[in-house]
């Protein structure tokens, strides 16, 4: 039953580790943007329309992809260019985000006449499966080599973004300019191309974390009001709790996806604990990280310095 | 150019103030610029979908208007969303960002349920007036959190606010599901309609909430304005040092405003379950919280003009709910349609700004 409980929290961490790594390599170049709700729900719709419509996973999450970057492309000239507030072009991109992905879902409800349902031999193409030999291990095998294959490219993306942000020169850039964009400037960095690219980059990969809840854990039928349903505000939660590493992402997300099927492994009859503090558990332990955090004044562990502000040249 | 710009920008507080009243007019103009500029853009959108965008915005329009229930219906949606954003203001002036509305509002409900609840037979003036003010304390204490821990430790109010939401609404989940379940109901767990006692009186067909709105719209408007709390957030809100230096208690300024600001997005959730639902459930804010932060922003923390935004806001929301039984499109479009306007809005405001120093470089 632990190794069901553990394989079931992997699949219900992985859309957050998508959103979380988008999420991070967006603050890390200094910007917060609370549009990843939003986004998820493009990548969602997306992901599910092309699917549904060409029968191709690769093509579907390209879709996804792109999408993010189109939304992100919005709040990226608002913010860096125009330099409007963060905070309120996030929320509005969720406002937006979440209005076009259930427009157009209930435009394909109607459509298909009924819940649009995928291919089975699409739902085969991302279904979990044993990798040959490896997923043959006892325990192991089913714990770390059999799953669908979106698993792995998140926990992939999440490595790929980590070893970028830390050993690569362009990283350490990114960094630099999340956190003092003025120094970042004057050491000839091109601070609006830097941000630019992370936040494309970082809405892309968020929203690919939609495609993974509208292709694989609705099923393969689009679900029009349930289908992103606060895991984009979890991801953000889970930023912080990952303090805005990557790698530790990996495992916040574990841990979160254990918190929301925690509920269904729990004996019921020996620890009786209501409902809602399962799913409350993510909130609460990532508001305790942010006070203890800012207790010890730690910098590691805390929001980039720069993430938040606008950088404006002429007021350094 | 650049130097008279980055002299001027250290220059006294008051000269910033009285240069961007001078170009009010002109950011109205600017406003209505970027509200013609969106209507077109989403006249595209429309379009593009395959619909006649003049009939669909005449639609949206009338839709919201068409009848006695409907501009009711559209001024119930309106009264959450002006009281949240009025609540805002005060927090958004600091500086202090506070996405915590939705999460004020629910604890605004969750205090002011209490008292339906275990206590409705007393008076009924006197229940309400309990519901009212647990209603400003639930929602205030939840504002004063966040509040505590950044003046105490610096911790970062955004995230802080964001997290809360989902806390208090998940002890609505709860209480649903536990304590205040109503035994009556069988299956779904929900929690039991208010006595007929517990419920706001409606004033012209439409629950009081309305006219609380309207009296805070003045309230607001006065303390930002005139009171010298108000006063104390503007320098707050334009460097903490300033107000530092001038002797002012920076602490106990960020707590106060930010209880008055959870405190009245508190009557927001008062009012909605005492005025509207008759009871309370999950949907109690139901994003009303986030909403109400782009309308007070949009309306640049100007109450008025956030009375205005809200009433607009709430036409395109009801008014798509029409459009959905004439045109077979989902009422969703009010999402993407509120979107599009603010992006546009938000996007024009740079040229505001810019304007702005501009003329004082000009000047000075």
């Given at each position: 039953m632990i190794i069901n409980f553990l394989f079931a929290s992997i699949k219900a961490g992985t859309p957050l580790l998508f959103g979380t790594t988008g999420e991070i390599v967006t603050e890390k170049s200094g910007n917060l943007n609370l549009g990843v709700e939003g986004m998820m729900f493009m990548g969602a719709f997306m992901s599910f329309y092309t699917a549904y419509h060409t029968g191709n996973l690769w093509m579907a999450l390209f879709a996804a992809f792109a999408i993010g970057i189109f939304a992100a492309l919005i709040y990226a000239f608002l913010t860096v260019?125009?330099?409007?507030?963060?905070?309120?072009?996030?929320?509005?991109?969720?406002?937006?985000?979440?209005?076009?992905?259930?427009?157009?879902?209930?435009?394909?409800?109607?459509?298909?006449?009924?819940?649009?349902?995928?291919?089975?031999?699409?739902?085969?193409?991302?279904?979990?499966?044993?990798?040959?030999?490896?997923?043959?291990?006892?325990v192991l095998g089913k714990l770390f080599f059999s799953h669908n294959p979106?698993?792995?490219?998140?926990?992939?993306?999440?490595?790929?973004?980590?070893?970028?942000?830390?050993k690569t020169r362009a990283g350490l850039n990114m960094r630099a300019v999340g956190e003092n964009p003025a120094a970042a400037d004057a050491a000839g960095i091109n601070v609006t191309l830097v941000k630019y690219f992370h936040i494309l980059l970082g809405g892309g990969i968020c929203a690919l974390g939609g495609a993974y809840l509208s292709l694989i854990n609705g099923g393969g039928i689009w679900n029009n009001s349930s289908v992103v349903n606060g895991q984009g505000w979890i991801s953000v939660a889970l930023v912080i709790f990952a303090s805005w590493n990557p790698a530790k992402a990996i495992f916040g997300s574990l841990i979160f996806g254990a918190f929301s099927v925690l509920q269904f492994y729990v004996p019921k009859n020996i620890i009786v604990i209501p409902n809602a503090f399962y799913v409350m558990l993510p909130f609460l332990i990532t508001t305790l990280v942010l006070i203890v955090t800012s207790m010890r004044k730690s910098k590691e562990g805390s929001q980039p310095a720069g993430c938040g502000n606008n950088y404006f040249r002429e007021e350094r | 150019m650049t130097d008279v710009n980055v002299k001027s920008k250290q220059g006294p507080l008051l000269r910033v103030v009285k240069k961007s009243e001078i170009s009010f007019g002109k950011t109205l103009a600017l406003?209505?610029?970027?509200?013609?500029?969106?209507?077109?853009?989403?006249?595209?959108?429309?379009?593009?979908?395959?619909?006649?965008?003049?009939?669909v915005y005449a639609t949206i329009v009338q839709g919201a208007w068409r009848s006695k229930i409907a501009i009711k219906g559209t001024i119930k949606i309106a009264i959450p969303l002006l009281i949240a954003a009025l609540g805002i203001t005060p927090a958004f002036q600091m500086k202090f960002w506070n996405i915590g509305a939705e999460?004020?509002?629910?604890?605004?409900?969750?205090f002011a349920t209490y008292f339906a609840l275990f206590c409705y037979d007393l008076p009924h003036w006197l229940l309400l007036i309990l519901m009212f003010v647990a209603g400003?304390?639930?929602?205030?204490?939840?504002?004063?959190?966040?509040?505590?821990?950044?003046?105490?430790?610096?911790?970062?109010?955004?995230?802080f606010t964001l997290m809360l939401n989902y806390i208090a609404l998940y002890i609505i989940k709860y209480l649903t599901e536990g304590p205040w379940r109503d035994p009556a109901s069988s299956g779904f767990p929900k929690i039991a309609s208010f006595e007929k006692n517990a419920r706001l009186d409606q004033i012209f067909g439409i629950h009081a909430g309305w006219l609380i709105g309207l009296i805070l719209v003045v309230v607001v408007f006065i303390y930002m304005k005139y009171s010298k709390q108000g006063y104390e957030i503007s320098v707050v809100g334009e460097s903490v040092n300033t107000a530092r230096y001038a002797g002012m208690n920076v602490k106990k300024i960020v707590m106060r405003t930010m209880f008055i600001s959870g405190?009245?997005?508190?009557?927001?959730?008062?009012?909605?379950?005492?005025?509207?639902?008759?009871?309370?459930g999950e949907g109690v804010a139901g994003g009303v919280g986030f909403t109400a932060i782009t309308v007070a922003w949009l309306s640049k923390l100007n109450p008025v003009i956030i009375l205005i935004v809200a009433v607009l806001f709430s036409v395109l929301d009801k008014g798509c709910s029409v459009m959905q039984s004439t045109f077979g499109l989902s009422a969703a479009a009010s999402g993407i349609l509120q979107g599009i306007i603010l992006f546009f809005i938000l996007g024009f405001d740079f040229f505001t700004r810019y304007r702005f120093v501009f003329r004082k470089g000009r000047k000075a």
């Open positions: 260019t125009l330099m409007a507030n963060q905070n309120v072009c996030g929320l509005t991109l969720t406002i937006f985000g979440t209005g076009f992905a259930k427009f157009f879902g209930e435009a394909m409800i109607n459509d298909a006449g009924g819940s649009p349902k995928l291919s089975d031999t699409l739902m085969a193409a991302f279904s979990e499966k044993k990798i040959p030999l490896l997923g043959d291990i006892p979106l698993v792995y490219l998140a926990i992939i993306i999440a490595i790929i973004c980590t070893i970028y942000m830390i | 406003s209505l610029l970027a509200l013609i500029a969106a209507i077109v853009a989403g006249g595209i959108f429309i379009f593009a979908i395959g619909q006649n965008p003049f009939k999460g004020q509002i629910i604890m605004g409900g969750i400003m304390v639930g929602g205030g204490l939840w504002g004063l959190i966040p509040a505590y821990f950044k003046t105490k430790f610096g911790t970062n109010e955004t995230l405190a009245i997005c508190g009557i927001a959730g008062m009012t909605q379950v005492s005025g509207a639902a008759y009871t309370l």
